[in-house]
Structure formats: structure tokens, C-alpha cells
């Protein structure tokens, strides 16, 4: 199957920070991938639709001005949490799928932790 | 928005049972539903689909059921192995394809004992 990939897999950071993560659709081009945010114990949560060459669309409750979203290219969209804090420390899964595809593939998944 | 209702929570079975997931969803419209297996720290895997022009779908001990009328869906696991033990989750879309948004249920712990 199709691979996505994330980096990194594990975050710590201080509050008031900003963390990258990075994810690449290793064998396909993506023109649209997703950003999930899954608390412990607890559902995935849709933050945002990342879209190549224009604006992410990001779900209700969610500060686009905190969480930046990047995609610049077919095959990398980024996440940026702004200004960390603890609240913001979860666990951010991509996903995306190849186009005519019939299945959806995650990448590993980012653990942040803000001290 | 869609709404999807993941029942139940947890789910306790002895190896060798059956374990049945249930799903609801509110938007009529959404017409793309997969089933992810999750474990701990892990990614979610898909590990079944199904369509709406399509009431049940089966691979090996893995079935999954929709009935479009009363806007729920099911995951049906038998002859349980304990490597089955991880959470489940439900997702409905609309527009037939995994590259649609997904509306996830809140999920399934299950835990098959030896």
C-alpha cells in the first residue's frame, strides 16, 4: 500500500515554542491531506483539510492562527503549533489518500509534549 | 456536520467469541464508511470498507454490515484471536472515496482474553 510519512515521531518541547511536523507522501502525490489530533484514550479528532498550492480549511474550534498548515507541495504539508503550551500536548496523525484510491493511509503519527 | 456514534466503549471477549461494533451516523448523505484497527502508540490501520450501494462486505473473520435506511453500520469480528485486542474505529464520509473528509466514532477498546 501507499506509504505517509511523519516527522518526527516524538516532540518535547518548552511552552511558548513553536514544533514543525512534517508529512510526506512517500510513493504518491497528495493534493489534499488531513491533520488529526487524538487526545489519550479519546477519538481522532479532524483539525484541518491541507490543500497543495492554496489555503488549509480548518474544522470548527480550531486557531488556524495556532495551528499553521503548510502545503507547499504534492508531497509535504506541514503542521506548525505556535506558541506551545501544555494543553496543546497531544498525539498528531496525517493522513492522505492517492488519488482514485479507495483507502485512506495514516502516517506514524507526532507525540508532542509542552513542559 | 456528521455526527458518527460509536457503541460500545470497551468490549470484553474470550478468544475464540464474537465481537459485534455498532455505528450510527446522522448525515444521509455520507456514503463512504471504513473500520480502522488502532494499537496502542500505533497508526490506524483500515482494515475493512464498505459503500452504501453495498449492505454487507466480508474478509475472512471480518464482516462489515450497512443498513442506509436507519443510518447504521456494524463491524463483525469472529473466532476471536487475542492479536484482535486493540481499539476500533468507525468513519463515514460523503463522496464515496477515502480521500473525503472522515468523521470518526469515538471508538472501541476490545480485548480479547486467552
Known amino acids: 500500500g501507499a506509504v505517509v510519512s511523519q516527522h518526527p515521531s516524538r516532540v518535547i518541547c518548552k511552552s511558548g515554542t513553536s514544533v514543525k511536523i512534517e508529512c510526506r507522501s512517500l510513493?504518491?502525490?497528495?493534493?489534499?491531506m488531513f491533520w488529526y489530533r487524538q487526545f489519550p484514550k479519546q477519538s481522532l479528532m479532524l483539525m484541518a483539510t491541507?490543500?497543495?498550492?492554496?489555503?488549509?480549511?480548518?474544522e470548527q474550534g480550531v486557531e488556524k492562527d495556532k495551528f499553521l498548515i503548510n502545503h507547499a507541495s504534492l508531497t509535504l504539508s506541514t503542521l506548525t503549533v505556535t506558541s506551545a503550551h501544555p494543553e496543546d500536548s497531544s498525539f498528531y496523525i496525517c493522513?492522505?489518500?492517492?488519488?482514485?484510491?479507495?483507502?485512506?493511509?495514516f502516517g506514524e503519527g507526532s507525540r508532542l509534549t509542552v513542559l | 456536520g456528521e455526527n458518527v456514534e460509536q457503541h460500545p466503549s470497551t468490549l470484553s471477549v474470550q478468544e475464540g467469541d464474537s465481537a459485534v461494533i455498532k455505528c450510527t451516523y446522522s448525515?444521509?448523505?455520507?456514503?463512504?464508511f471504513p473500520w480502522y484497527k488502532q494499537e496502542l502508540g500505533k497508526r490506524p490501520q483500515l482494515i475493512i470498507d464498505?459503500?452504501?450501494?453495498?449492505g454487507e462486505k466480508k474478509d475472512q473473520r471480518i464482516a462489515v454490515t450497512l443498513n442506509k435506511t436507519a443510518k447504521h453500520f456494524s463491524l463483525h469480528i469472529t473466532e476471536t484471536q487475542p492479536e484482535d485486542s486493540a481499539v476500533y474505529f468507525c468513519?463515514?464520509?460523503?463522496?464515496?472515496?477515502?480521500?473525503?473528509?472522515?468523521?470518526f466514532g469515538g471508538g472501541t477498546r476490545v480485548l480479547v482474553k486467552p
Open positions: 493522513s492522505a489518500a492517492p488519488r482514485g484510491s479507495g483507502e485512506l493511509f
Open positions: 464498505i459503500r452504501s450501494n453495498v
Open positions: 510513493d504518491f502525490q497528495a493534493t489534499t
Open positions: 468513519a463515514a464520509s460523503i463522496g464515496g472515496a477515502a480521500g473525503n473528509k472522515l468523521t
Open positions: 448525515d444521509s448523505a455520507s456514503n463512504y
Open positions: 491541507s490543500n497543495e498550492g492554496s489555503k488549509a480549511t480548518y
